[in-house]
């Protein structure tokens, strides 16, 4: 038996590895006949490198020529017939630009027994761009949504409208080639026409759910970028067929399956998480406050994508906000923890994947002068949790399905004190 954070950093590892993309990309391949023209590839998203490197292993030779777009040091290394570009997340780049373009360039002047196999990730709204607005005021926009909480779905209603490739543009300039497209789900309830914003799907989202937006978040933008919100997107496409190849239903059950394996009884909470990231914390703190029994080993598994609120200048992501907030709930609640990851490897501006907490966190920060409120105000968990070593550092993983965050609950480790402590804290509360 492992201590928590050893549990912790194995569920993590097992889970990720076992929504890798490769096997999910191989069996999308099996189910597709290439039987007619040339086949080109175009990979977008943080998943990828993963994703066109296993399209190489299956299709070999077939493939004509492929371009991968990812995000920085992505790339783990050549692909044969394929031009690999990294790029800007979660703004875009000049060579976000650079990458698209050269997409555009394979894929155009193809005919229709040509195949376009659209290998599409998490993060594509970012990378795979051709902006209808300046550079600079497109980075703008992106910075704003970001900053005042913005959901990915009313970010990429906003994105869609204002790229050339987006909201099944992309398809429209592919014709009259057909698109097989793969996509490795990162948004619940995997919507494809918001997935990467959707460049090979027909766009549900409205001119006026656009706008809407703006006001709702008092969005600055440029007349040129208003009269694009107000430019309708494709509704119908005859040229694609799209498979889902993976969600983060599957990282849930990849992570509740190694909890089990490791002697903890799992129970998967959600799969839909949606608040903010400190409220998400809070509530597995209190989750673990009802739930911790004496002898019982429990795993409580909550998949999805919180938001942050920026109200600092720190340094952070939305799973280290998450699991530094559980840290004051679960203080002195012995054998407790709780860490929450991005299945990607990358946890906002950071090169941490997420973070860790337990039963003693608080009390290690505040031994140096650290406040957990304070910091999280600040938006500064990622310097807190290092000062604990609560980094999850994970590099760069090869997959993109939102994230999964897990209470740990330890009850061999608790003493009847403890019990008889938190049922008092209950009581007076």
């Known amino acids: 038996m492992g201590t928590l954070r050893e549990d912790a950093d194995r569920i993590v590892a097992k889970a990720i590895q076992k929504v890798l993309p490769d096997e999910a990309v191989a069996q999308a391949i099996r189910q597709k006949q290439f039987d007619r023209g040339n086949i080109y590839v175009v990979a977008v998203g943080k998943a990828a490198w993963q994703m066109a490197k296993a399209a190489s292993v299956m299709l070999g030779s077939r493939i004509t020529r492929g371009v991968v777009i990812t995000k920085y040091e992505h790339v783990k290394g050549e692909i044969a017939d394929m031009d690999c570009y990294e790029a800007g ?14 997409a555009l360039d394979l894929t155009s002047g193809l ?14 709204s970012a990378l795979f761009e051709k902006p209808l607005v300046s550079g600079e005021e497109l980075a703008d ?13 009313e970010i990429n209603t906003i994105r869609k409208r204002l790229s050339a490739v987006k909201g099944g543009k992309f398809a429209k300039l592919c014709e009259p080639a057909q698109i097989y497209s793969i996509v490795l789900s990162d948004i619940l309830g995997d919507p494809l026409d918001m997935i990467a914003s959707g460049p090979a799907y027909p766009d ?8 809407s937006i703006v006001r709702k978040y008092g969005l600055k933008l ?11 997107t494709p509704k119908e496409l005859f040229n694609v067929q799209t498979r889902i190849t993976g969600s983060v239903k599957n990282l849930c059950s990849a ?15 959600t799969d839909q998480l949606e608040c903010e990231a400190k409220e998400a914390g809070s509530f597995l703190a209190s989750v673990a406050k009802s739930h911790v029994t004496k002898g019982k080993r429990l795993a409580f598994v909550a998949g999805g994508e919180t938001v942050v609120h920026l109200t600092g200048d720190g340094k952070g992501g939305r799973n280290q906000e998450l699991a530094l907030a559980a840290a004051a ?12 990851v991005g299945s990607d490897g990358t946890d906002g501006p950071t090169d941490a994947a997420g973070g860790y907490c337990d039963w003693q966190t608080k009390q290690r920060l505040m031994e140096q002068g650290i406040d957990i409120f304070k910091t999280l105000k600040q938006n500064d ?3 807190a949790l290092q000062k604990c070593d609560g980094l999850i550092v994970t590099g760069a993983t090869g997959t993109n399905v939102n994230d999964v965050a897990v209470l740990l609950i330890d009850g061999e480790a608790q003493g009847e004190e403890v019990i008889q402590r938190v049922c008092r804290t209950t009581k007076q509360n």
């Not at 997340?89 to 050269?102: K, R």
């Not at 440029?222 to 309708?232: G, K, N, V, Y």
């Not at 399956?257 to 998967?268: N, Q, S």
Request: with cysteine; aromatic share 6%.
């Open 89 to 102: 997340h979660p703004v875009p780049d000049e060579n976000s630009f650079a990458g698209t373009q050269a």
């Open 111 to 124: 005919c229709a027994q040509d195949t376009v196999l659209f290998l599409l990730s998490g993060g594509g």
């Open 141 to 153: 926009i992106t910075r704003q949504l970001l900053a005042c909480g913005a959901d990915i779905v």
């Open 204 to 211: 549900t989202s409205s001119c006026e759910a656009a706008c």
């Open 222 to 232: 440029s007349d040129q970028a208003l009269a694009c919100l107000r430019t309708e």
């Open 255 to 269: 992570a509740a399956e190694e909890c089990r394996a490791l002697g903890y009884e799992p129970v998967i909470l």
């Open 329 to 340: 709930g679960i203080a002195g609640l012995k054998g407790t923890a709780v860490f929450s």
């Open 381 to 383: 968990a990622y310097h």
